[in-house]
């Protein structure tokens, strides 16, 4: 551990040094080398995220005891075994870390520490538009570490400057979607400058260059790009002609006064276009957006709120006055005028409080409206496919949790933290005024309170991570044991004990997280309590009065008001956190109205009047630039069935759900019966379109309902003829309340017969064009035979366009298309198909070997 006063505040950090032995060198590049290590204790203290990074503390190449802290990010993890490496930059003229990689052999030990933890990179839940990563050799590492977690189908932009050489030849992870863009450096404005002029709306940077230039660039993608300051992550991992970092030992010198970096000259970039950037807009702005209408209202509430804390406030304050005045002898007067004028007081902060509460319920009430208009319009507009991208999980907290979030944002969260911010800072003010040696003294605890927050901060820094995947990993486990109940009874405890171990686990980690804390932790409570801030009044208090430098009565405002004063400060990040959560709210909510509509184009005249579904050239892709569907032309002839198949991921389910406008196309058209299906309404679309999809969709309601839902005026009479048609008539008749049994969870139907549902549902909308999920996929045998009679009445007379999983149900379409990466790769009939040798005939015969495993393991379990 160090010594001397670095040490000291290191270890009041909670940090500890580990030894870590050098395994091997390996050079990647003629100034870059791979460090291999290993540390039995390291991983206790750090988790080996991307971009993670560790502390050295290199020997000083001069011999004396002084040891100089560097950062280098992890390269390779190993955590089981302790291993790990990390790249070092060979500058000249060497620094201590050069000088150490160059000469280091394998059996050497040095220390590494993960004390302030380092910033590594989280993959966000919602995937920004691009990744801008912007840097130089040094920062290589830690970007390789954030292009390996990055998918596939997110671009990458890589900018990286360019001071030597042999820059170009250290390796850079591999990415389908990668670019980089090497700039030489001409001077500290040069990276800053490469950057393309285009718009980077919604994409997120990394930028990690040398210090000043770092400023330059994170100036450029502020002002000119737009980037908000949370979607930017700007870090300096080494500056020129100052060292980054501290040093530690006996004598502790000016770390300013450490071996410069040499700059090397390289080419000089082209100059670049004087063109204006684009600003671009982010979702990240979206809160703000929302809220625009209520700027003004809101900021006067705040300023309304700190005038009504003052008011409220000033009560208490007369009253400490009063109890100063009866200590002292005035006349009763006197104690009359301050006591009226504190319950007057006290009774205007309750009315002006109140008045404001209401008037921000009723500025909530009418911007609720609008919103909730807003979004009910928006919602019957977007497409399909944004809920079933969702579920409805992410939907209610949308519709429910957001709004009530957005509700206590609007009329409670910044009257609340203004109050908590002005209170403490009113109450300290005036304390001040009756003797600033006391009040100076209330500030020890919060002081404490604060460096233990920090100490615990960084302490459970690379634990936090741990927490959450432990946290989703034991609520999967855990449902899934509560699931399985049944059959771990029947067949024996191994899944329980499997259970109860990694819960033992679990419960393990916790412990070795938290009983390390749980000094600090008691402390903190204790330095913010009332009676900590009384005993320290008393005890200065008192010693001030008996020599004679205070005045006994002005004790009583400190005992009246300054033992709440730990409290109040604590009741500040409850404010902030309401608003931070009332932000994010409006932040999803803004997002959701910003997504693009499903638009009705003019409708052009029509070039076929009968139900024939046509693609011509469409092409589709989730995500900008990574297609899905790539120019697929294909014709569904009226009354025939064609069924699309194909490998996972091969785009059958895409282009059945284009032909539903789940999504619209990005190139080429979808036509059916002439008509581009862009240029019909919803409800145009769905009276043409049907489909049935492999997951059953039931909504809460009667049995009649879910089979009438797309017409709801139906009669009983067609309803009933419908169910008949599905093979599900007799079943509902043994129902409870027979058609108006209400589903639910305890209705007791059967997947198969749940399907047979949907079947007569689709039967009794009766659409001429109609989208097949193979619904027996998962059926047992007997309703397997049920739904394909019912599915085989369906389909009569109809265009049917069936996404088969199963290949023996799909023999008799009249076309089969072979989807290949979102390519018509094969087409045509069954047999003709399988006569031409190609990808069906393959995937035929491994669906027959498949289906003869199966029959065995049924005969053999007879």
Known sequence: MARGFSGVMLRSFGARDHVATVLETVHIAP????????????????????????????????????????AYTISEAHVPSGRFAVDIVLHEPAGPASKWARTVEPGATIAVMALMGSSRFDVPDEQPAGYLLIGDSASIPGMNGIIGVVPDDVPIEMYLEQHDDHDALIPIAPHPRLRVHWVARRDEKSLAAAIDNRDWSNW?????????????????????????????????????????????GDDEPDATNDIA??????????????????????????????????????????????VITVVQLAPFVLLVELSRLLVAGAPASRLWDVGIAAVALLGMGTVLGAALTLWLHVVDARFAADLRSRLLRKLSRLPLGWFTARGSGSIKQLLQDD???????????????????????????????????????????????????SSLTIQSGPRIPQSQRWAEKMTGEAGAYLEGQPVIRVFGGAAASSFRRRLDEYVEFLVSWQRPLAGKKTL????????????????????????????????????????TFGARLLGIAYGV???????????????????????????????????????????????????????????????????????????????????????????????????????MTADELYAKVGFVLQETQLVHGTVAENIALAVPDATATQIQEAARQAQIHDRITRLP?????????????????????????????????????????????????????????????????????????ITGADQIVVLDHGRIAECGTHDELLASDGRYRRLWEGGRRDRITATTVREGTR
Do not use: C
């Not at 949370?230 to 080494?238: G, L």
């Not at 003010?429 to 404490?448: G, I, K, N, T």
């Open 31 to 70: 100034h870059f080398v791979r460090v291999r290590m290993t540390s039995p204790t390291l991983f206790e203290d750090v988790d080996a995220e991307p971009a993670a990074w560790l502390r050295f503390w290199f020997p000083d190449p001069d011999g004396s005891n002084t040891e100089f802290q560097r």
């Open 204 to 248: 997120y940077a990394w930028a990690t260059p040398e210090a000043t230039v770092l400023k330059h660039v994170r100036t450029r993608l502020r002002d000119e790009f737009g980037f908000p300051k949370s979607e930017i992550h700007a870090q300096a991992y080494w500056s020129a002609g100052r060292a980054m970092g501290t040093r530690r």
């Open 261 to 306: 970096q040499e700059i090397i000259s390289s080419p000089q970039p082209p100059d670049q276009a004087t063109a204006p950037a684009a600003r671009g807009s982010w979702r990240a702005q979206a809160a703000g957006r929302l809220l625009a209408p209520l700027r003004s209202a809101l900021i006067l509430s705040g300023v309304l709120q700190a």
């Open 403 to 453: 709004t009530l979030s957005l509700h206590y944002l609007v009329t409670h969260a910044i009257p609340d933290a203004v109050a908590a911010i002005i209170a403490p800072v009113a109450v300290l003010f005036y304390l001040f005024v009756v003797d600033w040696r006391v009040a100076l003294v209330l500030f020890l605890p919060v002081l404490v309170y604060l460096v233990l927050t």
């Open 524 to 563: 903190m409570d204790l330095v913010t309590r009332p009676s900590t801030f009384l005993w320290l009044i008393m005890l200065t208090g008192t010693l001030l009065t008996v020599t004679g430098r205070m005045d006994p009565a002005n004790l009583l405002p400190f005992l009246l008001l300054g033992t």
């Open 577 to 679: 956190g309401g608003i931070s959560a009332g932000m994010l709210a409006a932040r999803r909510l803004q997002n959701t109205l910003d997504e693009p509509e499903l638009a009705v184009q003019p409708q052009g005249a029509p070039q076929d009047s009968s139900d024939t579904v046509v693609f011509d050239g469409v092409s589709f892709g989730y995500r900008p630039g990574v297609p899905v569907i790539s120019d697929v032309s294909l014709r569904l002839r009226h009354g025939t069935v064609t069924a699309l198949v194909g490998p996972s991921g091969s785009g059958k389910s895409t282009l059945a759900a284009l032909l539903a406008r789940f999504h619209d196309v990005e190139q080429g058209a979808i036509r059916v019966a002439g008509r581009d299906i862009r240029s």
């Open 737 to 809: 309340d027979g058609y108006d049994t209400v589903l639910g969870a305890g209705t007791g139907l059967s997947g198969g017969e749940r399907q047979r549902l949907t079947i007569a549902r689709a039967m009794l909308a009766d659409t001429p064009v109609l989208i097949l999920d193979e619904a027996t996929a998962f059926a047992d045998p007997e309703s397997e035979y049920l739904v394909q009679q019912a599915l085989s009445r369906l389909t009569r007379d109809r265009t049917v366009l069936v996404i088969a999983h199963r290949l023996h149900t």
